[in-house]
């Protein structure tokens, strides 16, 4: 195990660059008990855990004073059981690495988002999804977990063994312990056919009930300032297999999605009054194709051009008010918004605290570049997801409270039971979980 200072100067910076922390100290351990004493001599110390993956969120979620913990020497697959049609692998493997070793098995999860950077606790923990009409969240599909407690005890959950334990760690925020290992759901690795195409904003909401239904995972990307989408259908396939030949995805996904979308947004921050004109630009720069490939190469695409993001989970039924509302809202507002929204769908599922907990949800995703105000913005959307009674991601920014949650999530109470039997010196509390969850 080892034991350093966090960053440059002492300080951790998230990938978005919009948090900041100065832990007194960095623990990479290389084993769950080298860990496990970690805890125990934190405690001993008095000072605060939290662990940390690629620092994808957008929230202080993992942000401490006390003792960072890297996870990332924890990391690889455990075990293949091909009888039950599962994985376990450590928390610190990112999900690249885990999707392209399932490929080499000849396996696959069932859904995923479009991001392979995270850690697969850090993306559980935080509620990362994808999209799908029957199909849920990365933590959807986690038939077991490992976990270290407060008092530096190993935990082993399922749906049979500390089961509410099970109901809550899934996406515990890591207000509950450390994972330390995950056990998904697999199945043998198919194909889906992806159909992106252009089409007008107005259709997509008229028809966003019928789209949602006809496709597995139905997506689209709206640019303010326009009446343009990008959509993208994914659906399982027979084959065969024609992935974008490799010029073209370069083309594509590299010089044109990232490329020439990160000169837009310098241009766009230097010289906002360009925006609108960039936005129609860069709606039409993407034209219609078709592909059929693994999962994780249809899911997934690279992002580099770095941004800062909040992200609502209505219930599906509202979704097309709520886009409605928005439009209506960036258009009066004066404000100029040079990054796309991102609307996707999940189906409810039984985590305690799931953005999908309980109801069909949609996720309403609005960004800006790094570097660019983006308060007005977000408080502007934010007001509207609220008043639908969204959940916010909690990886991605938001102003929400325990008061507020308590309200939008049924089951809120049995979580903070829960952590108070597990955490009840708050060894993993830090200011964020202070505010979402109460002290």
Same mark, same amino acid.
């Given at each position: ?5 966090s ?5 951790w910076r998230?990938? !978005?660059g919009?948090?900041?922390?100065r832990p007194?100290?960095?623990v990479?351990p290389a ?5 496990a004493?970690a805890?125990?001599k934190?405690?001993e110390?008095?000072?605060r855990?939290?662990?940390v ?5 957008f929230?202080?979620i993992a942000?401490?004073?006390g003792?960072l913990i ?5 990391s690889?697959i455990r075990?293949?059981?091909r009888d039950a049609?599962?994985?376990?692998? !450590?928390?610190g ?9 399932l490929a ?7 859904n995923m ?9 850090g993306?559980?923990s935080?509620g990362?999804h994808g ?8 933590a ?6 490992e976990l270290?407690?407060a008092?530096?005890?190993?935990l082993?959950?399922?749906e049979?063994?500390n089961?509410?334990?099970f109901?809550a ?5 890591g207000?509950l ?5 995950i056990?998904f759901?697999?199945?043998p690795?198919?194909l889906?056919?992806?159909r992106?195409e252009?089409?007008?904003?107005d ?5 966003f009930?019928?789209?949602?239904a ?9 640019f303010?300032?326009t ?5 993208k259908?994914n659906n ?6 024609k992935?974008?030949?490799?010029l073209q995805?370069?083309?594509e996904?590299e010089?044109?999605?990232?490329g020439v979308f990160q ?5 766009g921050?230097a ?6 004109a960039?936005?129609r630009?860069?709606s ?13 190469k249809?899911f997934?695409?690279?992002?580099r051009v770095?941004f800062?993001e909040m992200e609502?989970?209505v ?6 008010e709520?886009?409605?509302?928005l439009?209506?809202?960036v258009?009066r507002?004066?404000l ?5 929204v991102?609307?996707r769908?999940a189906?409810a599922?039984d985590i305690?605290?799931s ?10 995703a ?7 105000p983006?308060q ?5 959307a ?5 008043a639908?009674e969204g959940?916010?991601?909690?990886g ?10 308590? !309200?939008v999530?049924p ?5 903070t ?7 009840p010196?708050?060894?993993f ?8 969850l109460?002290s």
């Amino acid at each position: 195990m080892s034991t350093t200072v966090s960053g440059k100067n002492g300080t951790w910076r998230n990938w !978005g660059g919009n948090v900041a922390a100065r832990p007194a100290r960095e623990v990479t351990p290389a084993s769950v008990e080298e860990l496990a004493d970690a805890v125990r001599k934190a405690a001993e110390d008095g000072l605060r855990v939290k662990p940390v993956g690629t620092g994808h969120s957008f929230t202080s979620i993992a942000a401490t004073d006390g003792v960072l913990i890297r996870p990332h020497l924890l990391s690889g697959i455990r075990n293949i059981d091909r009888d039950a049609m599962t994985v376990t692998v !450590g928390a610190g493997t990112q999900l690249k690495r885990l999707n392209m070793a399932l490929a080499r098995e000849g396996l696959s999860l069932r859904n995923m988002g479009d991001i392979m950077e995270q850690t697969v606790s850090g993306a559980t923990s935080t509620g990362t999804h994808g999209t799908g009409r029957e199909s849920g969240s990365i933590a959807a599909q986690i038939k077991g977990l490992e976990l270290v407690t407060a008092d530096g005890s190993v935990l082993t959950c399922s749906e049979k063994e500390n089961p509410e334990v099970f109901a809550a760690a899934r996406i515990g925020l890591g207000a509950l312990g450390i994972v330390t290992a995950i056990t998904f759901a697999v199945e043998p690795v198919f194909l889906l056919t992806a159909r992106e195409e252009p089409m007008p904003f107005d259709k997509v909401l008229a028809d966003f009930d019928e789209l949602w239904a006809e496709n597995e995972h139905f997506e689209f990307y709206w640019f303010p300032h326009t009446g343009s989408t990008n959509t993208k259908r994914n659906n399982r396939s027979a084959g065969p297999e024609k992935p974008v030949p490799q010029l073209q995805g370069w083309i594509e996904d590299e010089f044109l999605s990232n490329g020439v979308f990160q000169v837009a947004q310098w241009v766009g921050r230097a010289v906002p009054g360009t925006i609108p004109a960039i936005a129609r630009i860069s709606s039409k720069a993407l034209s219609a194709r078709t592909y059929t490939d693994i999962p994780y190469k249809v899911f997934t695409s690279p992002r580099r051009v770095r941004f800062v993001e909040m992200e609502y989970a209505v219930p599906r039924a509202a979704a097309v008010e709520v886009l409605r509302e928005l439009r209506t809202m960036v258009d009066r507002s004066g404000l100029k918004v040079s990054f796309p929204v991102e609307v996707r769908t999940a189906p409810a599922d039984d985590i305690t605290l799931s953005t999908a907990s309980g109801r069909d949800s949609a996720y309403i995703a609005v960004h800006m570049v790094k570097g660019t105000p983006y308060q007005a913005y977000f408080t502007a959307a934010e007001r509207i997801f609220t008043a639908h009674e969204g959940r916010p991601h909690w990886g991605k920014v938001h102003t929400r409270d325990a008061e507020y949650f308590s !309200g939008v999530y049924p089951r809120f109470g049995e979580f903070t039971a829960l952590r108070d039997r597990l955490d009840p010196d708050r060894r993993f509390q830090n200011d964020y979980l202070r505010r979402v969850l109460g002290s």
